[in-house]
């Protein structure tokens, strides 16, 4: 979805950090779910975190404690710490009206790569 706009991909050793960030145009993105979804080659997308518009969030099990997300408006963030081989994905911003098991909107995506 044009509209989302996603960046702070890149290549981290084990154990770094990342901090992920998308912009969604129009301020009615503002009072929807947003969230990451993400995909590794030849396995199905997984739902990584997600953030109300009142500020609560969900994690999926293996990032918690790892992953905080976070938002502003209609801008949600996710750092990654503790990062591990296994998060490597390309990672999806998502809008999401009702449950963000269908997402609404996508982003294009931006690859995460973990390795030494």
């Known amino acids: 979805q044009v509209q989302l706009v996603e960046s702070g991909g890149g290549l981290v050793q084990p154990g770094g950090s990342l901090r992920l960030s998308c912009a969604a145009s129009?301020?009615?993105?503002?009072?929807?779910?947003m969230g990451w979804y993400r995909q590794a080659p030849g396995i199905q997308r997984d739902l990584v975190a997600t953030?109300?518009?009142?500020?609560r969030v969900n994690y999926a099990d293996s990032v918690k404690g790892r992953f905080t997300i976070s938002r502003d408006k209609s801008t949600v963030f996710l750092q990654m710490n503790s990062l591990e081989p296994e998060d490597t994905a390309v990672y999806y911003c998502?809008?999401?009206?009702?449950?963000?098991?269908?997402?609404?909107?996508w982003g294009q995506g931006t690859q995460v790569t973990v390795s030494s």
């Open positions: 953030i109300t518009r009142g500020g």
């Open positions: 129009g301020s009615i993105f503002s009072i929807y779910t």
């Open positions: 998502i809008v999401c009206r009702i449950n963000c098991a269908n997402p609404d909107y």
